[in-house]
């Protein structure tokens, strides 16, 4: 064959596109993000929907201090794909930001700053220091902005909402005053959560739980009196009761000791001047601690096996049985101080540890005050506000913090010789934490502001909320919300700070019984939400009062301001009234709250507790849900590990593109695990999304929808947007069902394996060779418009970034955002007949592939192209591929495919579901095309082949 006279290049349909191969995410997201701005992308995306039906995130708003962590990462791009899904739905998907202003950490942070600036917080007034944490939690709210912006989350930030501005704290106070008015409001003397650091009451969800390990003592009370009268066999003998405790020292304010009525309970002779009364079921575990010379070893036989238990060595030692009711009433001299206690019944004591009798302070315990107020015991808390010991417990404890009066309160025990077991026995156990400063807690009584758990049913209307009106996703945050409502104690809602807002309340100077009244609540909110909440305290409160208010318990008229502010649990929980019940396109339930799982004890559930008590019902409609983030081992980041990844790293490394797809691809119900090689991983499926995008827009560059796009579709190209078609239906299911790791999955399933490893590998002859306007070229272009565009619009919740780039690359008429188009529909069921004869045919294709792998292998043939395939079928198998013997070359990418009658000899077996096939890999017959280079018999007496000489006319 003669060379050709005629360079063909350039009558070939190669593909262009000015759509880059690489992403430059660090670079190009800014200049996205510029004209997002500049368009105002946001309101037009709402306003484009203005008959859609509404959707609402509520957002939970992340603290205004500090930088952002991964997990804020995780949060804002959850509810930033959500939302932008449900406007390229239909809906009016609004979404505004928030931030929580208020509370301590804010208060440190000032306080902090002061000091490096050597200024006395003492020197500043009132409303000094209030501007001063004003001015900081704006400081990071727009830090934090600036940062959630460039992760390239949508929303109304120029508009976000605050708890810091007058009309939030001004709704707060009447959401307060609406509790008040239900008389669901009032001051207690209860225990309740204490930080000893930050001085301040503690609501249940600032709560964490973590290893301590404190005292264990056995303390031996004496009973008052010879018990012999009531037990014959106790006569002339002193008796103790005997308590276990791990908080020595609450010893001081022990008031009671408590028996179960149900349990058994011995008199034990410990020695000959000691008899000891515990819980029969836990005479072992006390003997073990304080006389393990009691009780020795007994094989014990059981069922078909023996095992060891320990077992009295003197069982005569027993003197007397008591059950629980019989014990209540007795009397004890307290260890240290000249009063006497009694034996009360309390359910709350079980076997579970120490010895059945629980030592009881009303003012150190839940239960033990429950006990107190049902006996009439005062609630005595001897801990002053600073966690040190105050003058009633006298002068060897007095002023002594609590922690460490233990060793103190230990040695006087020792002293009395009440102590039972060794003086250095300890135990490792959970313990309550702050969350703030992660320092041990402790439980004190003092006057706080509450909202009643069973006044006017609030418990009874959260827990039917949370069984009939929301939607929990994961489905056990059901059962885990539920669990905390059933349980939970009287809301402590006030706080002894100074930066949140204030509780609206005034008390009597004669008696100092309160004054609550909505009425004055209502006045206070509307000076508030002229002049923030400094107004209440600034302003003489007979402003606020009614005209001739006096005490209702002494007729006094003299008052003065309730100085205690709001929990920031209660600022957060009044945000849908604050918001979402005030803006344009919100209402009131929201369709969504979707926040951690910590906020199942958190905003979750002081939302809830606030809606039901206003409204009766939720705020919210859905719950959703996500985990934790932690590295790529599934351990909790630390600085101090030197395992955490932030927001900004990955983005100047990677592009805020790639964190997208990692909170994408992560399944949210668990903890999400991040690290540099689950980065590097994301990294890749990136570029197989963009690639396979560029692909589909290079093969676009003359074709124009309106004009080119065909109805008639070639019978592979129709099976390629039968594919779309089901993979467009399940991403729009996955996106329903918040599954957006399915979306990820299922994206880059079918770009890798529908369409690069198929479809596309088999229209490149077509696309490059056939005639540029002919009916075959243009039906491909047609199918992969289609799949280009409806890529590019399914993605755009998730890569948001490269999705706005490539809908400027499409050809044909566009609107101004891809954010303003129509998630596609899967129109038009698949074609099973169709379907199920690609699915064959390609059956066939991925057993013949390896086959021409392995001749290239061997040098028998370079490309594909120069080979042939000569194929014996029979049965299905034959009928399958006499029916598309035309498209056979086209499928297996070679020059020729021969069906013959018998088995070639060298054939190779592969089977396939509709029978076996006998393949040979042969060269090629005929000469190459220059032009497509196709090896075809007419090439040579011409100097392309037939298909080529049509496509160059």
């Excluded at 791009?77 to 979404?95: E, N, P, S, W």
């Excluded at 049985?321 to 101080?337: I, K, M, N, P, R």
């Excluded at 002081?606 to 932690?630: I, R």
């Excluded at 000469?927 to 007496?941: D, H, I, L, M, S």
Aim: hydrophobic content about 40%; aromatic content about 10%; glycine content about 8%.
């Amino acid at each position: 064959m003669t060379a050709p006279t005629k360079d063909y290049k350039a009558t070939l349909n190669l593909p262009q596109t000015e759509f880059p191969m690489k992403g430059n995410l660090a670079q190009l997201e800014p200049k996205t993000l510029e004209r997002w701005d500049a368009q105002g992308l946001f309101a037009k995306v709402v306003d484009a929907r203005p008959d859609g039906k509404r959707f609402v995130l509520h957002d939970g708003p992340p603290y205004a201090n500090g930088r952002l962590h991964a997990g804020h990462a995780l949060n804002k791009i959850l509810k930033d794909i959500v939302v932008k899904f449900k406007a390229l739905t239909g809906h009016r998907a609004d979404y505004v930001p928030g931030w929580d202003c208020h509370g301590l950490p804010i208060e440190q942070a000032v306080e902090k700053r002061l000091r490096e600036n050597k200024v006395d917080r003492a020197s500043l007034s009132r409303d000094e220091f209030l501007q001063k944490c004003r001015e900081y939690a704006l400081e990071f709210i727009d830090v934090q902005r600036e940062q959630f912006k460039r992760m390239g989350v949508l929303g109304r930030w120029a508009d976000p909402y605050r708890t810091l501005t007058f009309d939030y704290e001004a709704q707060e106070i009447r959401e307060l005053a609406k509790f008040a008015a239900q008389g669901s409001l009032f001051r207690k003397k209860k225990p309740v959560y204490w930080c000893l650091t930050d001085a301040t009451a503690l609501a249940e969800a600032e709560v964490e739980y973590d290893d301590h390990t404190s005292p264990s003592v056995y303390v031996a009370f004496s009973a008052k009196g010879d018990l012999g009268a009531k037990f014959s066999a106790l006569q002339g003998k002193p008796v103790d009761f005997v308590i276990w405790t791990t908080t020595p020292w609450t010893l001081p304010a022990n008031l009671a000791i408590c028996a179960n009525p149900k349990l058994e309970y011995v008199f034990y002779a410990l020695n000959e001047k000691r008899t000891v009364c515990v819980a029969k079921g836990l005479l072992p575990r006390f003997l073990e601690a304080c006389a393990a010379d009691h009780l020795k070893v007994k094989q014990v036989a059981a069922a078909d096996t023996t095992f060891d238990a320990a077992v009295l060595v003197d069982p005569t030692r027993v003197l007397a049985y008591a059950t629980g009711e019989e014990l209540a009433g007795l009397e004890y001299s307290h260890v240290f101080y000249p009063r006497t206690g009694k034996v009360l019944l309390g359910d709350h004591v079980t076997l579970d540890a120490g010895t059945g009798l629980v030592h009881t302070a009303p003012g150190h315990g839940t239960e033990d005050y429950e006990v107190g107020l049902a006996h009439g015991l005062e609630v005595y808390n001897p801990v002053r506000h600073d966690g040190k010991y105050d003058d009633s417990v006298g002068e060897r404890l007095a002023g002594t913090p609590v922690f460490e009066a233990n060793p103190k309160v230990i040695a006087w025990l020792v002293e009395l010789g009440v102590l039972l077991n060794p003086a250095t026995d300890t135990l490792k156990h959970s313990y309550p934490h702050c969350w703030r400063c992660h320092r041990p807690i402790i439980f004190r009584a003092t006057p706080q502001w509450f909202i009643g758990m069973e006044k006017n049913g609030l418990r009874e209307k959260a827990l039917a909320a949370i069984d009939h009106q929301v939607k929990w996703v994961p489905a056990w945050g059901r059962d885990r919300i539920r669990g905390m409502l059933e349980t939970r104690p009287d809301w402590c809602i006030s706080r002894q700070r100074t930066w949140g807002v204030p509780i609206p309340i005034a008390l009597c100077e004669g008696c100092d019984e309160p004054h609550v009244d909505a009425g004055l609540m209502g006045r206070v909110a509307d000076a508030v939400e002229k002049e923030g909440a400094g107004v209440w305290y600034r302003t003489p409160v007979e402003q606020f009062l009614a005209p001739g208010a006096k005490c209702a318990k002494c007729g006094k008229s003299a008052f003065r301001r309730e100085t205690d502010i709001l929990d920031v649990w209660f600022d957060s929980a009044c945000s849908y009234a604050a918001v979402a019940a005030k803006r344009p396109n919100m209402s009131v339930p929201v369709d969504l709250y979707l926040e951690g799982s910590d906020q199942h004890r958190g905003w979750f559930h002081s939302s809830l507790l606030v809606g039901a008590g206003t409204m009766g019902k939720a705020p919210y409609q859905t719950c959703l849900t996500h985990g934790f983030v932690v590295d790529g081992n599934g351990n909790k980041m630390s600085k101090s590990l030197g395992n955490t990844v932030g927001p900004e790293e990955i983005i100047k490394q990677h592009g805020a593109e790639v964190m997208r797809l990692w909170v994408a691809s992560s399944d949210y119900r668990d903890d999400v695990r991040l690290s540099k090689p689950i980065l590097e991983s994301l990294s890749d499926s990136y570029r197989k999304v963009r690639n396979t995008i560029r692909y589909a827009l290079s093969n676009l560059y003359d074709f124009d929808p309106a004009k080119h796009a065909v109805a008639a579709l070639q019978p592979l190209d129709a099976w390629a947007l039968s594919r779309h078609q089901q993979l467009v239906a399940r991403v729009r299911a996955a996106y329903e069902a918040f599954e957006f790791h399915t979306v990820h999955h299922a994206v880059i399933d079918y770009c890798a394996a529908d369409l690069s490893a198929v479809y596309f590998d088999i229209l490149k002859d077509k696309l490059y060779t056939l005639r540029k306007d002919g009916p075959e070229r243009r039906s491909a272009q047609t199918v992969l418009y289609r799949v280009a565009k409806e890529l590019i619009v399914v993605l755009a919740p998730i890569m948001s970034f490269t999705c706005e780039e490539a809908y400027g690359f499409l050809p044909g008429a566009k609107l101004e955002s891809v954010f303003l188009e129509n998630f596609p529909g899967a129109d038009g069921a698949r074609p099973s007949v169709l379907a199920e004869t690609y699915d064959a045919l390609f059956q066939v294709r991925a057993g013949v592939l390896p086959l021409l792998e392995a001749a290239r292998q061997k040098k028998a043939i370079g490309k594909s192209l120069e080979a042939k395939l000569v194929v014996f079928a029979d049965g299905a198998t034959r009928a399958l591929l006499d029916n598309h013997r035309a498209e056979l070359p086209e499928l297996f990418i070679v020059s020729g495919v021969e069906l013959v009658n018998a088995a070639p000899e060298g054939a190779t077996a592969v089977t396939v579901p509709t029978g076996t096939l006998q393949v040979l890999v042969a060269p090629a017959e005929g000469n190459k095309c220059p032009r497509c280079w196709r090896f075809q018999p007419e090439v040579g007496a011409q100097e392309l082949c037939g298909r080529c000489t049509e496509a160059v006319r």
